[in-house]
């Protein structure tokens, strides 16, 4: 397991700023007068970074000229003593300086775009980077562009949902460019990709402790659910299978021998998604955090995806028609790179790993969604919310009508596609023999 040695973050210096400022602007005639680094605002808004926003003032020719401002976003590592310890004990920041970093600039050469940014930004998919080092990354602001962090309770509409499949297209298709342009894999090319980010069976791993916790409060949503709460005849048998069904998750998260893998992002949830929408009403989102990026079959990125964001019957009415537009638009944008889809995933290979990813997609969706749409805990608090949650849990369902529907589908997906098949298999399975009994 690899981990960092850094100790304290330091703050960005002039000369950093100075090569920020150049990559943004297209001219080298500037003076730098002054920058200052802010928190992006008092809540915590991702477990794994601490966010903030840069403001650079420069002028432009002369000294005397009018003084211009720019604005960028900082994601650095966590200064919270246990948030910054649980991060470095995990792959996440190389990860995310590879993706920003190696991956995008070699991804970019090969990418046909009409927008002068569209390769800078892996086809409109991510924010811009203009600076990383291995602490901490300064990205595009897009808030300046519209785009805005939505409500992590409230499932997405179908436009937005149509909206994101056709980014997650975009961003896989880039990655098969690559592997096609380049003759190699990113296996070959990447091995850290191959490296699991939070789901690792190892007992001393600060995630795998926060995983445990969360099959505890697994067993505690199963008793809130009416249709297997105490006292319903199933629900002893539930709990005895709940544990065994949602441990199948560390070997489902693995690249396949099976389908071809691509770079999936694999942490699609509402606040990793920020959508913007221009004058016409026309809807664009962009793909942030890329911490847990991992080779995979392109459709974990979209089941998951669709259970983390989306409500089941939204899922149920549309569910084909929305895989079809994925394929759809992956198959353009290989098709603009002279590729074949049938050659690299033809729709019914698609369609197929899709229904295998169907119970990977509903465990995470109780591991993931049972955190992530709680209210969000002060620092001080965040080891406690971690690993012991119950008490908030079982308010949180009483009085939360969003938080009760969202947690309540995510239980009885797992009940139906999981934990039934198990306690069917159970029952027509014979009696143990007296021989057997006796071993």
Same mark, same amino acid.
């Given at each position: 397991?690899?981990?960092?040695?850094?100790?304290?973050?330091?703050?960005?210096? +002039?000369?950093?700023?100075?090569?920020?400022?150049?990559?943004?602007?297209?001219?080298?005639?500037?003076?730098?007068?002054?920058?200052?680094?802010?928190?992006?605002?008092?809540?915590? %808004?991702?477990? #794994?970074?601490?966010? #903030?926003?840069?403001?650079?003032?420069?002028?432009?020719? !002369?000294?005397?000229?009018?003084?211009?401002?720019?604005?960028? $976003?900082?994601?650095?590592? @966590?200064?919270?003593?246990?948030?910054?310890?649980?991060?470095? *004990? %995990?792959? *996440?920041?190389?990860?995310?300086?590879?993706?920003?970093?190696?991956?995008?600039?070699?991804?970019? +050469?090969?990418?046909?775009?009409?927008?002068?940014?569209?390769?800078?930004?892996?086809?409109?998919?991510?924010?811009?980077?203009?600076?990383?080092?291995?602490?901490?990354?300064?990205?595009?602001?897009? *808030?300046?562009?519209?785009?805005?962090?939505?409500?992590?309770?409230?499932?997405?509409?179908?436009?937005?949902?149509?909206?994101?499949?056709?980014?997650?297209?975009?961003?896989?298709?880039?990655?098969?460019?690559?592997?096609?342009?380049?003759?190699?894999?990113?296996?070959?090319?990447?091995? =850290?990709?191959?490296?699991?980010?939070?789901?690792?069976?190892?007992?001393?791993?600060?995630?795998?402790?926060? /995983?445990?916790?969360?099959?505890?409060?697994?067993?505690?949503?199963?008793?809130?659910?009416?249709?297997?709460?105490?006292?319903? @005849?199933?629900?002893?048998?539930?709990?005895?299978?709940?544990?065994?069904?949602?441990?199948?998750?560390?070997?489902? =998260?693995?690249?396949?021998? +099976?389908?071809?893998?691509?770079?999936?992002?694999?942490?699609?949830?509402?606040?990793?998604?920020?959508?913007?929408? !221009?004058?016409? &009403?026309?809807?664009?989102?962009?793909?942030? !955090?890329?911490?847990?990026?991992?080779?995979? @079959?392109?459709?974990?990125?979209?089941?998951? $995806?669709?259970?983390? &964001?989306?409500?089941?019957?939204?899922?149920?009415?549309?569910?084909?028609?929305?895989?079809?537009?994925?394929?759809?638009?992956?198959?353009?944008?290989?098709?603009?790179?002279?590729?074949?889809?049938?050659?690299?995933?033809?729709?019914?290979?698609?369609?197929? *790993?899709?229904?295998? %990813?169907?119970?990977?997609?509903?465990?995470?969706?109780?591991?993931?969604?049972?955190?992530?749409?709680?209210?969000?805990? +002060?620092?001080?608090?965040?080891?406690?919310?971690?690993?012991?949650?119950?008490?908030?849990?079982?308010?949180?369902?009483?009085?939360?009508?969003?938080?009760?529907?969202?947690?309540?589908?995510?239980?009885?997906?797992?009940?139906?596609?999981?934990? #039934?098949?198990?306690?069917?298999?159970?029952? /027509? /399975?014979?009696? @143990?023999?007296?021989?057997?009994?006796?071993?």
């Amino acid at each position: 397991m690899a981990t960092s040695n850094m100790s304290v973050i330091s703050p960005l210096s +002039k000369e950093e700023c100075h090569k920020i400022v150049k990559r943004y602007l297209p001219i080298d005639s500037f003076e730098l007068k002054s920058f200052t680094l802010s928190p992006l605002c008092t809540q915590i %808004t991702g477990f #794994m970074g601490d966010h #903030m926003k840069l403001h650079v003032t420069l002028s432009l020719g !002369d000294k005397d000229a009018t003084a211009i401002e720019l604005q960028f $976003f900082v994601k650095s590592l @966590p200064l919270n003593v246990y948030r910054r310890s649980f991060t470095m *004990s %995990t792959l *996440s920041y190389q990860k995310e300086v590879l993706f920003y970093g190696d991956f995008l600039r070699k991804v970019k +050469k090969h990418l046909r775009c009409a927008a002068p940014d569209a390769a800078a930004t892996c086809l409109a998919t991510v924010p811009r980077c203009y600076y990383l080092r291995p602490d901490l990354l300064v990205l595009g602001d897009l *808030s300046l562009a519209g785009f805005r962090m939505l409500d992590p309770l409230v499932p997405l509409s179908l436009p937005q949902s149509e909206c994101v499949l056709r980014a997650l297209a975009r961003l896989h298709a880039a990655s098969l460019v690559f592997e096609e342009r380049e003759g190699r894999r990113l296996a070959d090319a990447y091995p =850290l990709l191959l490296e699991e980010t939070l789901f690792r069976k190892e007992p001393a791993f600060p995630p795998y402790v926060a /995983q445990v916790s969360c099959v505890r409060m697994a067993h505690v949503l199963l008793d809130l659910v009416p249709r297997f709460g105490r006292g319903t @005849p199933l629900n002893e048998q539930l709990h005895r299978h709940l544990e065994p069904a949602m441990q199948e998750i560390y070997e489902f =998260l693995r690249p396949s021998d +099976k389908y071809r893998n691509v770079l999936c992002h694999r942490d699609l949830w509402i606040s990793n998604l920020l959508f913007a929408e !221009d004058a016409l &009403g026309e809807l664009s989102v962009r793909l942030v !955090d890329f911490q847990t990026v991992h080779l995979e @079959p392109p459709a974990h990125d979209v089941m998951i $995806f669709m259970h983390w &964001g989306m409500l089941r019957d939204l899922r149920r009415a549309y569910g084909r028609d929305l895989l079809e537009l994925y394929h759809h638009t992956l198959a353009d944008v290989l098709r603009h790179h002279d590729l074949d889809i049938d050659s690299v995933l033809p729709l019914q290979v698609f369609m197929q *790993s899709c229904v295998e %990813t169907q119970p990977l997609a509903v465990i995470l969706a109780v591991y993931t969604l049972q955190a992530t749409t709680l209210p969000i805990k +002060k620092a001080a608090d965040l080891e406690c919310f971690l690993l012991n949650r119950a008490a908030l849990v079982r308010a949180m369902y009483r009085r939360d009508d969003r938080f009760r529907r969202r947690v309540t589908e995510a239980m009885e997906e797992l009940v139906e596609t999981c934990l #039934m098949p198990r306690l069917t298999y159970h029952h /027509q /399975q014979p009696p @143990p023999s007296k021989n057997e009994r006796e071993q």
